[in-house]
């Protein structure tokens, strides 16, 4: 397998999270792409260093507002005053409040959903990086067949114009939406992450031309809560092209691979030319904030039942913590993958 990366992921490492009224580590820390780069490398998989192809394939999902905010922000930190090692605000908007700012605070609010996601010297090169390694693994999975993007930040939470959930730029969306121009057909992409692709359903729920699948813990009671829930089938041109595949927490192996059976099922129905698989790794039973318990040899019954579609691929990283089984669940997904395609 082609594993593409960009080393400026390691140039955002949040150091806290303020969660449930505590600062705690930041889960999303730059040490996941270092693990899961060398893991795979020690593997035996080739890595490929993604070269710069440009913004386009970025703003091609992300309104241009919101990519300059994030390219910008850190620069005109200054308008904040003192300010530390990351900027980051506490006030939201919510869904009926819908005008634009002047001030950075403002825009902060605006532009993130939540306190996961500061703005530090190094995150536009990082997320910038990491959607480069999303194209070019899209690109090779069309010459190729199929390559994985080890991209860090992760981007399946992200909207058209929103960061959160440790999530800038969509990845996910980034890659589909190439493969999708690049061959003129529908794309599919399927969430297998512990959490709701709410960002990607979000930039493609009222088209036609991306059919969005997420298999993910019931949001009921788990992040993003407010969106993952089996109704949600798209709307207008989109409607029923949203597929939701909530899953009880503590499923477990069988119930899990049931789901994403499913979403298969639901992949092959609209005879995509391109898929994008936005592999969370934090459904795993050892994950320190995943509920699925799903182990290493169901991760590598996934991939053999994923790669079985036989569309051009891009696998691509999304969530998954530093944990032991991490870059074993990784490996164990790719040799899976790689071996259903021999
Ligand atoms: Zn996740």
Redesign the pocket.
């Known amino acids: 397998m082609q594993i593409v990366h960009h080393p400026d992921s390691v140039r955002h490492d949040p150091a806290q999270y303020f969660r449930r009224g505590s600062l705690i580590a930041h889960p999303e820390q730059a040490a996941r792409y270092i693990l899961l780069r060398d893991a795979a490398r020690d593997a035996g998989h080739d890595l490929v260093e993604a070269s710069d192809v440009g913004g386009a394939s970025i703003l091609a999902v992300h309104d241009a507002g919101y990519v300059a905010f994030l390219r910008e922000a850190w620069e005109l930190r200054g308008e904040l005053g003192e300010v530390g090692d990351e900027i980051l605000t506490g006030h939201f908007a919510r869904p009926q409040m819908h005008r634009q700012p002047e001030g950075m605070l403002g825009l902060l609010g605006l532009y993130t959903a939540d306190t996961s996601t500061p703005i530090r010297a190094g995150t536009w090169e990082a997320i910038y990086g990491s959607a480069q390694a999303a194209v070019c693994a899209a690109e090779l999975a069309l010459a190729q067949g199929h390559a994985y993007a080890l991209c860090r930040p992760p981007g399946h939470h992200a909207y058209a114009n929103s960061a959160g959930g440790f999530c800038y730029l969509n990845n996910t969306a980034i890659a589909g939406e190439h493969m999708r121009r690049a061959t003129g057909g529908p794309v599919a992409i399927i969430d297998i992450?512990?959490?709701h692709g709410n960002g990607t359903q979000g930039i493609f729920y009222a088209r036609d031309d991306v059919l969005t699948v997420s298999v993910h813990a019931d949001p009921a009671n788990y992040f993003p809560f407010f969106a993952g829930y089996a109704d949600e089938i798209g709307t207008g041109e989109g409607a029923g092209f949203n597929r939701n595949i909530p899953v009880a927490h503590g499923a477990g192996d069988a119930l899990w691979l049931a789901a994403v059976r499913e979403a298969l099922a639901a992949v092959a129905g609209h005879r995509p030319t391109a898929l994008v698989v936005a592999l969370?790794l934090?459904a795993s039973q050892d994950d320190p904030i995943g509920v699925l318990q799903v182990t290493r040899e169901g991760f590598a019954t996934a991939a053999e039942a994923i790669a079985g579609s036989g569309l051009p691929t891009a696998i691509v990283q999304?969530?998954g913590y530093l944990c032991e089984a991490l870059p074993r669940n990784l490996v164990a997904f790719l040799e899976a993958f790689d071996a259903a395609r021999e």
């Open positions: 992450d512990v959490h969370g934090d999304e969530g």
